[in-house]
């Protein structure tokens, strides 16, 4: 069976990640290069992993003929330029979210993805590679719950990151499109079905700074979708339990939760506290094995010359719909899709 | 000490339970008399309980020496006019929520209430006579978890009533006044704040029959409060597991879930199903206690001469805010209050 | 329907607790009279119930006509006389366990039980009436679980008592003989058997001062019952989270666990500590209910004429199995019943 | 970095995982042969990973010069022969446990790792290797509970395997030997001590098969360690929910819990059977990362040149302590280490 040889761009947290994942965790695949545009971690990090490919430039990386594919993970502003280069190079491309930082740079990428029918594209939806998400989908894809009448989810980024968040938040999409994004995917992905309307609010219940970016700490949208399911959104970014990312989708014969608790391992501690489950840290932790397997289905469709079920389309419709809800947010009104 | 005399109107089966509850669990007071229409039933419970007044007239009850109060378990639209009958006769009165079917009627139980203020007037909001329910609201009053961001709370029936829930439909002001109201009264008490904002959606996602009543089987509300808490209601008929009320305040330094999981008892079964917990049935099993607790709270106003934390405006406003949301519901707009 | 007229004896916290009981949640009793030796705390309780008869002497209050039935709650050594001398006065008799220090001393509560036929005497092993072991007993009696293979008991007290333990112990009868008892009886009355053989370990594992009174901290036995179950018992007073008494059936065909976790209420708590549950503190707490029920079953034994389910005889048993328990510990030896 | 070419050996359920691990999952490793008698089985695996190496003679394998190190997942009656030869042939050897079939025959693998100081040798103890385990190890060596005073575990397998655990009982060593074994390492591993005393106690109670190997489906001992922590052990073939492998150690400041409910994932279910979590339904979906980490950390040894945690005199102590188990339980008596 042939490997794919991956050049992975950006070696932030989640890129350094990607770059082990592929390195040692990811089969009929090898990590062929690695570009960041920082020297200092760029080497440290090749070196670590015994890297052969190093590129301070993307453009150099993909004009390699030792790679066969990318993983980008790079800041979101490159991402649709980046698309587009990859793919004209004549490399298979995974990208982290946001296909685009704006709908139009959405259809900047899917012109490019479109005019390279023969290479695999994929986007980084990994909550729909986590064991539990995947389980839950397949019962209710089963019918087990019957017909969907509320799908709830939360996505909670503990206070002690709190100083990032903020300092991030000029730049930043705001929480719909920085954290809701993935519950939203989540929703259209559960209820195979689009949102019709939307109401969204929230607000700066602990950090004022978040007002000047006319963003909050904490948000909530209620959507109704096509199909008559509810869809409640919370984020928030001041949990102070841990990384909190629970869903619920109630239906006509049966309800599923998924992480209800955000449980940090099987291990229950009795003490002067009561009885407690400590808390998942950050997404790294809680998806560590969705980070893997979402890459392994990108080359899995590779080797096997399949198409990915999350395509280019899901990560606009995704985009379109968090800037929806984020003018719902700003305006205080209900909008229609 | 003074034992108060009771007399108590409408032998339901919640009506039942609170004559069985004051003839023996409450203290400080006496079952001296029943009020049914329905003479065998009356006469069932009074053998049942030994009590000696038995009335088909509640006029002729509350004429009687022989009681000092009345507990309202009659149908809801009776409400009003029996409250102020019984303060007019000099009775102390407890009523069951609804405080009238109207809001204007809501105005009439306030003139009524307030032309007597020599007399104990309560209602019956017993979730906050739930221990639970009063070791949460502590915790959040001593500001244990910061400045409320999202009040989320459910209350669902189980489908297995769901045919009395049809028949019932036509006569019955809907979700929001049905179900909804206590969770409105949770969202005011635990936020100490009023809303400003609701949209409300839902549908008949397993029962079409409630569309004639222009009622859904399942609906939901996100309402923006005054001091910016977010608020996000959910009531149901159609749960598969059983009768659950659940409630959640997530605050900027702690989160607080009371019965998230509507567990029977404390046996935990490990078998052929899993690991699992069986639920409560009904609100008469989950609220067993809360409603001897806030009869209790009742006598014991009357006997200390205090006034009732839970006043006669609260009905009045809960019941606007359930108006507000039935509208809210049925036009598919969003409502300023 | 009568009611029957108890004096209470022992004004301890257990004792004024089933006081308070008695008083005013057990239907078809009334509490008569109170006894103690301490004139102060017997006026401070007699007064806030309101209750008549007021004694000092324990023979005074048991001539007395006003009153037709006792319960005992005074210390374990003056069980077997205040039992016999009771009976003796023509009145109904609960006791709280022990039946006696010795099983001499139980061999002589039976004869004065024998001697009085038409008298009710019950002993309080207040697990059988609460719900959850009520409801789990029904379980295993209707064949749910199939087989009994293991029944594991745990009785813990919490860190913070121990002092009080410490001075006590001189005068205790160690840990089989003071918390085990409990877990004895469960473990007879849900295999419906009796053991065979006991090991017994433990040790003074955080407080040395236990060893002079032959005693430790933390000990545990392993039995075999004539009906091959295997039975674990685990008596502990060092619990760092609260009061826990926990309960687990393994069956052939289910598995039952009673309060696998010691939560004081439906409260779950996320914060820095991680997703908790507060544990309950002491036995009033946990098994407030459990105590007006037993004494609400020994009223309606009195007033229907009945037998209590638990007999003298189960008293004798599980005192008997206890000092078993006892000697196994002391010995290091296995010993066979 | 040297990848380290490993030939495994056994291609049963845990051997093809095995295989399948090394092949894809284990870092600076490869699958460089197999091995089995079972020719298709071999080529159906070989294949299936695309392995060059194939053979169905051990010896040949381990003179191959294209292995550096060999994984023994084959009968247990042929584990010590195997450790032996495949050192005396200059491999590295990882040993699925037990070390022999009897404890002469683990002082003989002794012996052979004694001779072969250059060479790792690793015992496949999984458990230790698991995340949830290696958490509770970390907090219980950091004095977060204090001292031990309580270690109790399970290892439950489901009902559904027992037609395969009949016809393997006449072949096998017991529940202890079987089963328990795991749940001893534990027990060393987390008080580091010994045990002085056990007593063993158990039954056939859904299977009198188990009876002609002098064998129980359901067993249990009671070990007082060395430094008095009290041990409880419960191995049974007959679970009724799924594959249970569950740990507690109570300690006098905090008691910890791993996996106190099988939980097979992050899904809660809420229907007609309460609200529930289903279960793991064998070692290798519990187990499963800790089976790529042990051999990961076998791997790491040798790359690192450093000796595993785990040695080969563990393994005979288990191996000692679980046939002094077998023998208590054989003979009902208390016997002393």
């Not at 070696?11 to 089969?27: E, P, S, T, Y």
């Not at 570009?35 to 052969?52: G, H, Q, T």
């Not at 490399?91 to 990428?109: D, Q």
């Not at 985009?319 to 984020?326: E, F, L």
């Amino acid at each position: 069976m042939n490997s794919v040889k991956i050049g992975s761009v950006g070696l932030g947290r989640l890129g350094l990640q990607h770059a082990v994942n592929i390195a040692g965790r990811v089969q009929h695949a090898g990590l062929a290069a690695l570009c960041d545009v920082d020297e200092a971690r760029l080497k440290d990090a090749a070196d670590r992993l015994a890297v052969p490919g190093r590129f301070s430039s993307f453009e150099e990386m993909i004009s390699s003929r030792d790679i066969d594919a990318v993983v980008l993970v790079s800041p979101s502003a490159l991402h649709t330029k980046q698309i587009a280069a990859a793919l004209a190079a004549g490399k298979h491309v995974f990208s982290e979210k946001p296909l685009g930082v704006t709908v139009a740079e959405c259809r900047e990428a899917e012109k490019a993805v479109e005019a390279h029918p023969d290479l695999v594209f994929m986007l980084g939806f990994m909550r729909r590679f986590d064991e539990s998400y995947r389980y839950a989908h397949d019962m209710v894809a089963a019918g087990e719950i019957g017909k969907p009448v509320l799908f709830r989810s939360y996505s909670q980024d503990p206070e002690k990151f709190i100083e990032g968040a903020i300092a991030f938040a000029p730049h930043s999409g705001g929480q719909f499109l920085d954290m809701a994004v993935h519950d939203i995917d989540l929703a259209r992905w559960f209820t195979g079905s689009e949102p019709e309307t939307v109401y969204a609010i929230g607000g700066c219940y602990a950090h004022p700074e978040f007002a000047a970016s006319k963003d909050g700490d904490n948000v909530s949208c209620l959507m109704k979708f096509k199909n008559e399911c509810m869809v409640f959104l919370f984020a928030g970014r001041t949990a102070p339990h841990g990384y909190n990312v629970e869903t619920e989708i109630i239906g006509t014969k049966g309800i599923l939760r998924i992480a209800s608790v955000p449980q940090k391992n099987l291990v229950e501690v009795l003490d002067a506290h009561g009885v407690r489950r400590e808390c998942s840290e950050n997404f790294l932790e809680r998806f560590d094995t969705a980070y893997v397997n979402e890459v392994q289905e990108f080359v899995n469709c590779i080797v096997e010359g399949r198409r990915p079920a999350v395509s280019v389309y899901d990560g606009t419709r995704v985009s379109q719909i968090a800037y929806t809800c984020k003018s719902a947010f700003e305006s205080g009104e209900l909008l229609r899709f």
